[in-house]
């Protein structure tokens, strides 16, 4: 029997439909929560990306802008740029879109982002909250993958999560936020021996590492919930996960699939973060 799919773009829209009333309520408080995206250079995933944070964001009343600089900026104006978001009180979040070209030094100018506004939670500050167990902002895909688990009724307690991939902002967050709900965690990476050994340990097995179809389904165990966090394009034109999704839904016992799984749920992490951010504002 093919696995259940976790449905990210409708759960994704609750989400955000969710936002309305705290939207409402700061509407009457003369504050509309306002996002603030710096984008460098022409990659196009990235401008889709932005595009799709922005539309989101206007739809349901939170204001959005994009900064735009060309791929040789100096990083002096990106900081510049910044520390002008920082000061401006309409501006709640500030995201800064990832990757940057190499001449910038993407952890310096992340660390100028004001941990009060920094809702993709890639801030020192936050990321160690997150490390000691106290409320910060928690990266959106990471947070968005916990909300998937919750909605479907996945349990955590006791049982053994693996997450392959260790990036700072997906797969080290989201490893914690597992080790918060007393799963027993195992990260896994590119140096890890024997990983299918591992991964077919998983009760949940979570792909975060950039390589299309990496996850076959002799690598998972029957009855499995399979979060796929990745998004590749393929020679075709097409998008792809990091799993193989048409093999491994006759094993698993739940999937994501791609796109229209955790995509959409790290846009509405995003705007809970920032409409967050704008409540914290006015105490």
Do not use: W
């Amino acid at each position: 029997m093919p696995a259940t799919l976790i449905d990210g773009k409708s759960i994704a829209a609750a989400l955000r439909a969710a936002q309305k009333g705290a939207i409402e309520s700061l509407a009457g408080r003369g504050v509309r929560p306002g996002l603030a995206a710096i984008l460098v250079g022409d990659d196009q995933a990235s401008r889709v990306y932005v595009r799709s944070k922005a539309r989101a964001c206007e739809e349901i009343g939170v204001r959005s802008e994009v900064h735009e600089f060309p791929a040789d900026v100096a990083e002096s104006a990106l900081l510049e740029r910044v520390a002008q978001l920082n000061a401006d009180a309409r501006v709640h979040g500030v995201l800064v879109q990832l990757p940057l070209p190499p001449h910038l030094d993407a952890a310096r100018i992340l660390a100028c982002v004001s941990p009060a506004k920094d809702v993709d939670g890639f801030h020192a500050v936050n990321l160690g909250a997150l490390l000691q167990g106290r409320r910060g902002f928690v990266p959106g895909t990471p947070a968005g993958v916990m909300r998937l688990l919750e909605h479907a009724g996945v349990a955590l307690a006791g049982r053994h999560a693996v997450v392959v991939g260790r990036s700072t902002i997906v797969g080290k967050p989201l490893a914690l936020l597992l080790l918060q709900k007393d799963a027993t965690v195992t990260i896994c990476h590119s140096k890890s021996v024997d990983l299918a050994s591992v991964t077919r340990q998983a009760d949940v097995l979570v792909a975060a590492i950039g390589r299309a179809k990496f996850i076959t389904a002799d690598m998972v165990k029957p009855g499995a919930c399979v979060i796929d966090i990745g998004i590749n394009r393929l020679p075709d034109g097409k998008l792809a996960g990091d799993v193989d999704f048409a093999a491994v839904r006759e094993i698993a016992g739940s999937i994501t699939p791609v796109p229209g799984g955790v995509g959409p749920m790290t846009v509405a992490m995003l705007i809970v973060n920032t409409v967050r951010a704008a409540e914290l504002s006015l105490e």
